[in-house]
């Protein structure tokens, strides 16, 4: 950037900045947003294993990484789906304090990521579509956590979804935290229930850092996006599925025959590809991720 | 047992008024021309001073052979992001203070005279956060690596997310994986040198695919950041911890290499590499693409690579 | 912090001068036929007892459908081994012992009308060691299974590796293995039972290469066995250590499933692998054996496993 | 097996036994063969660094399963071979007191075996021949490596040598110690140095065992026939390499070039075959492994 003499920029530019901080704080706050969030994490809100209840005739869970640990906060299994087999993964919270501890609040380590992935490259082996349900606040901070490599685990993950020859479909049911979701999100058909966020942050913490302040936590949640709407708008989600009357918690067998619809749909579609082409679908889709300038055009 | 410390992942030193800084490693005074004529490494400890992308540059390729690749990207503002000021204003005072573009640069190089794309990230750009520019910088240098089957290697220095493009930068991990495995079909060497600090989704992406992961002495390498850690476990964190060596004891980075050796040593893994590459699979390819008649494993990845290079994006807006 | 315990792999309890024996689980005195009746299962606290092979195929392949292979098969004595005994007359007493030919049988059976290769260990022939007899059988099964695509369930029980065979039951290990590799290709479903106790050479290869990996409640798992264990650490074992539900939550082991409902359990899982390949993969198969004229994934594992079954073996002797 | 009235088998097995016990011990014990387990285990022996050393002109070491840790028993890395690439694995013992400890040694951890198969899969995407050097008495016997799932290391590491498109050459350079050896030996072509040795137990373990006397450790290991002759009598190796006069001790280089050139004529033969052929023969090889009675006949 060339810079003029007698012109301090850095200074003008913290000027307007000031100028436009009060602007901002003027924003209309959107009370519709901060709901949302407090729906996905609504205490009565189904989990994974209440879906895979109420979606599946029979399911077999099967547990651990086959290295170091079985990781509560993730489960997954075989389900039986309409005469044949899905791979059911996704995050568990618990719904007690006991049962919450033990699932980590559904935050995984890494050997729930490992596990997430050794049961993806089972139903590869045996042509078994992967259905992902994704509700973490985010990974798990921890030190043992990272000295037994959690973003290695995030990244690993991430790539076996890139590699996957069966049908992938994630569903957003609750909280999308971060890279500790995105890990199972790397599939053909990506949908977000009604009430569910997914972000790069939380908001608390997107709070504090940027504004300084976690009591702007709404504000950020605003700003960042993070509603179904939001993600729709910006096509990182290919549909939004609606929740009965209330949310999700007020009828956890309607809300699973919601997603139990979608995914059938989803899986219709994708079975009528080719394995080649919808790997090839599924790097244009997140390769064409993002947003930017090129030689002054936006391009998305 | 481990003396708590509490982990500064900025490093600088403290800056007195003319500008040179006392090292965090031996508090010696540096004078920022005796640091930049030493690579950045501190003469009295060897401590190793963060690098510019720029300084990275010049450091890993041969004299006037850098060649930016994806110059032209730069940040757009999807979300009218607005915390305490504007999006695009942070990142004009980034350019401002870097002179750079975005927090990555990518281009082709030489390094001892080998064909190489190198991208080198740059903390004080927006503190390394990795964007749509830095993903889309990243892929576009492995579709580089693919179309010329130079190896790729990656400096990279990062915060993590670039939060002021919200979910987009959070995707950036999915994309940039995406490219690795299309990378992994040719087979392209690829090889990640983890510099000080390397966190949040640099590190749970791109930066942890690599063939063989290489990390700079003491840099600092964490999923989650310090601090959240600290609020977590509600205590300060064990001297060491996150730092490359003890990630080496935890088998996350295969190895640490010294600034002043890392080109040479560069060099020497991807010439292994490629001599696996040149005298093992070439003949398997073509044998494999004789017998199917279909152009074998690598022609098809370099088929989908450059479908994808050219798949319909929406018409330009803006 | 755990209570230290000696770990008893035979886990027998005490034998009377009636041939009842006391429980290990609750100490009551139970009678063998009140244990054959209830499926070697405390009646009183559910604890598991070893099962013989046949006690095994009995309970998990519905009624006359059990048709053994590889019957043939017996050992031989390549190392002409001596120890206390020549090795020819442990076999001979262990044939007496148990009325069984080996430490494994082998054959196909039907579970619920579902075909499948099932394959039984017998702990009481030689401490269900592995040796060249184990090792074939485990070959032919997974053949059978290859060529019919039934699933294969292999119900373990092992003390390790037959010693008396040296080098050659060692490089069981590595040939279950290759044939565990074969199946993979096909893929034919492929699920082991742990019961008490699987260690050594067993569960260092077959055992823990299955699809699915299944474990008898209680049963005692290890590659090194306890004794050598406790001398290595020089003191007891922790309480619960190797145990089936350990494993579980050191994520080596799928799930833990008690013996009554064991049957039920693996067809279902048969089911549900089975229902993946056949509603997914077949028409992969055709249309990539379509498209390269080859005959695709299967065909070519297919004629594989032919090849090597009909391969040239040096001609009999002795 | 027909029981005949008034004959109780057990008891005449029992008593020809006895007799036969009695002619056991009057066996002769050949010297030769525990001049072989100690020169195996001689404190001097070269081991895997020092061949590495001695037979490259240049090596990186790798480090890491990417999981839980690095195990210094375990070391692997590219090596510069003749213009081109090889990937080195081999068991490392220590050589004084502090790196035996380190070295823990030579008894790998699950983590060893689990970067062996890290850095096999590296070699395997780059088509680059993996030579794998044996030297150890066993997989280490522990609580945790045992909960980090000891066995299943073992075997998926066999899983991974037998899936291998490259060529494969292992040597058995010290002590083959049972599984913890056999692991890094599912190779297209297996070879030994003429003074180690490979065994399915210790001979001290095997005497306490069988013979309830670990003094007779020198008899067990005769009986074991664990020497690089009777391993290539029972076609477990495919040849056995001469060491330099007194044993490979006295000079590491020469024994280092008996590898390299046994190495060299390996790859040879085995970069003629196609990969496809290679991994056939491969199967094969480890298929006739054993010895059997079928109807009446022995089969090997
Ligand atoms: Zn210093
Ligand atoms: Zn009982």
């Known amino acids: ?300 | 047992m481990a003396r708590k410390v509490s982990v500064d992942i900025s490093r600088r030193g403290g800056n007195t008024q003319n500008g040179a800084q006392s090292c965090p490693g031996c508090k010696e005074l540096l004078s920022p021309e005796e640091l930049r004529r030493n690579s950045m490494i501190c003469p009295h400890c060897g401590h190793h001073f963060r690098m510019t992308a720029r300084q990275r540059i010049e450091l890993l390729s041969d004299p006037d052979s850098w060649n930016e690749i994806a110059a032209n990207l730069r940040s757009a503002d999807p979300l009218e992001f607005f915390d305490l000021r504007p999006y695009p204003d942070r990142i004009e005072e980034a350019e401002y203070d870097t002179g750079l573009s975005e927090a990555m640069l990518t281009g082709t190089a030489k390094m001892n005279k080998m064909d190489v794309v190198l991208a080198a990230m740059d903390f004080s750009f927006m503190g390394g956060s990795m964007g749509s520019v830095v993903g889309e910088r990243f892929w576009r240098a492995a579709e580089e690596a693919i179309e010329t089957r130079f190896p790729l290697v990656v400096v990279c220095a990062s915060g993590g997310a670039r939060m002021q493009e919200g979910i987009l930068s959070l995707l950036q991990m999915a994309k940039t994986t995406c490219a690795v495995e299309l990378m992994g079909e040719i087979p392209v060497p690829f090889i990640t040198v983890l510099t000080h600090p390397t966190t949040g989704g640099v590190l749970a992406s791109f930066a942890t695919l690599a063939d063989v992961i290489i990390a700079e002495p003491a840099a600092f390498l964490s999923f989650t950041g310090p601090r959240i850690i600290e609020q977590t476990i509600k205590e300060k964190l064990p001297e060491g911890f996150g730092l490359a060596e003890s990630h080496v004891r935890h088998g996350q980075v295969d190895l640490i290499v010294p600034r002043l050796e890392l080109k040479e040593r560069l060099v020497q893994i991807l010439g292994m590499l490629e001599g696996g590459v040149a005298c093992a699979l070439q003949p398997l390819w073509e044998e494999e693409a004789r017998r199917s008649g279909r152009g074998g494993a690598f022609a098809q990845a370099f088929d989908r690579i450059k479908a994808l290079a050219h798949s319909p994006r929406r018409p330009p807006q803006g």
Chains 1, 4 share one sequence.
Not at chain 1, 45 to 53: G, N
Not at chain 1, 198 to 209: H, L
Request: charged content about 25%.
């Open chain 1, 1 to 300: 950037m060339p810079t003029l003499p007698g012109v301090h920029l850095k200074d003008e530019i913290a000027k307007i900045s000031q100028r436009l901080k009060e602007l901002g704080h003027g924003r209309h706050l959107d009370r519709a947003v901060w709901d949302k969030v407090e729906l996905a994490r609504h205490p009565k809100r189904p989990y994974t294993l209440d879906y895979i209840e109420h979606m599946f005739a029979g399911f077999i869970e099967l547990r651990g990484d086959r290295c170091y640990g079985d990781d509560p906060a993730i489960v997954g299994g075989l389900a039986a789906y309409q005469g044949r087999t899905l791979m059911v993964i996704g995050h568990q919270k618990g719904r007690d304090i006991a049962s919450r501890t033990e699932r980590n609040f559904g935050m995984p380590r890494p050997e729930g990521y490992r596990k997430a992935q050794r049961l993806m490259l089972l139903a590869d082996k045996f042509g078994i579509p992967v259905l992902t349900l994704i509700d973490t606040p985010g990974a798990h901070p921890g030190i043992a956590a990272e000295e037994r490599g959690q973003g290695g685990a995030i990244a690993t993950t991430l790539m076996c979804m890139a590699k996957l020859s069966v049908p992938t479909v994630a569903v957003i049911i609750g909280e999308g935290g971060s890279g500790g979701a995105l890990a199972l999100a790397l599939s053909d058909r990506v949908m977000m229930l009604e009430n569910s966020v997914y972000s790069v942050i939380t908001p608390e913490a997107c709070a504090s850092i940027l504004w300084k302040d976690a009591g702007e936590a709404q504000l950020a949640a605003q700003t960042l996006r993070m509603s179904s709407d939001d993600l729709s708008q910006l096509e990182v989600v290919d549909e939004v599925l609606p929740e009965p009357r209330g949310g999700a918690h007020r009828d956890h067998v309607a809300a699973a025959k919601v997603i139990k619809d979608a995914l059938e749909e989803k899986l219709r579609e994708l079975e009528t590809i080719s394995p080649r082409l919808r790997k090839k679908e599924r790097f244009e889709k997140f390769r064409r991720m993002g947003v930017w300038k090129e030689n002054g055009l936006t391009l998305f």
